[in-house]
């Protein structure tokens, strides 16, 4: 899977002469192109050096010390962001269409009140047994998505790529999430859960290592320039 991103679509509206503030669609874009950054440096760091000479330490952020799982993760992950990627590009017109005011709605007889609907707890456990099984395709993931808010996307490519709070992407991310319908708390609660699986190792160095993502910076491509 080729992990290169593809220059700013022109279909984006950029953003407003004299101002730094990006489009909905162009800052969301320009979020996957650094989440598809880190997923990259992330598989490319942990298939060369594996998980360093702390492996627990590193392993708490994916709530496994499994390297074929944590791949196996990323790769999901970076279909995401594809998929995500994708599905932005081609709605980038309606996303940045300015909001039309709701019209009024004609009063109704009233209705029996509805039961709270209760959503399920994220796990990894299942989720895991079945990637395991079988990486989906890009059609599969592609469907996954076209289906879901943009926001939850979003949070699942956070799960994938072990993203936590200390991460310096969660200021971003996180204001993304809750403006796209995504479950933030959820997502909160499922990252709280993977660390409460890997406990601190006893014998914890003095000095604790950086984490993985300390070595990873991210450099946006060059804007295209057109042909010669």
């Known amino acids: 899977m080729s992990a290169a991103v593809s220059a700013p679509d022109p279909t984006t509206q950029p953003a407003p002469a004299g101002t730094d503030k990006p489009s909905r669609a162009g800052g969301l874009l320009d979020l996957v192109r650094k ?20 492996p627990a330490i590193q392993g708490r952020l994916f709530g496994t010390t499994n390297v074929t799982l944590i791949l196996a993760r990323i790769a999901r992950g970076l279909l995401r962001a594809a998929a995500l990627e994708a599905r932005l590009r081609r709605s980038a017109a309606r ?5 039309r005011p709701l019209a009024p709605r004609a009063p109704s007889a009233a209705a029996e009140p509805r039961a709270p609907r209760r959503r399920a707890r994220l796990s990894d456990t299942d989720d895991d047994a079945a990637l395991l099984a079988h990486m ?6 592609a469907a996954e998505v076209r289906h879901k808010p943009i926001g939850q996307v979003i949070a699942d490519i956070v799960r994938d790529l072990g993203i936590v709070p200390a991460h310096p992407l969660w200021q971003e991310l996180t ?9 933030h708390a959820a997502l909160v609660i ?39």
Do not use: K
Request: charged residues 20%.
């Open 175 to 183: 204001p993304a999430i809750l403006c796209e319908s995504g479950r």
């Open 95 to 99: 996303l940045d269409a300015p909001l």
């Open 136 to 141: 989906p395709t890009p059609e599969e993931i």
């Open 35 to 54: 989440l598809v950054s880190y997923g990259t440096f992330l598989a490319a760091t942990l298939t060369q050096h594996g998980r360093g000479n702390h």
């Open 190 to 228: 499922n990252l709280m859960d993977r660390l409460d699986r890997m406990p601190i190792p006893e014998h914890w160095p003095d000095q604790r290592p950086p984490y993985v993502w300390a070595a990873w910076s991210y450099s946006p491509e060059p804007a295209a320039t057109g042909p010669p």
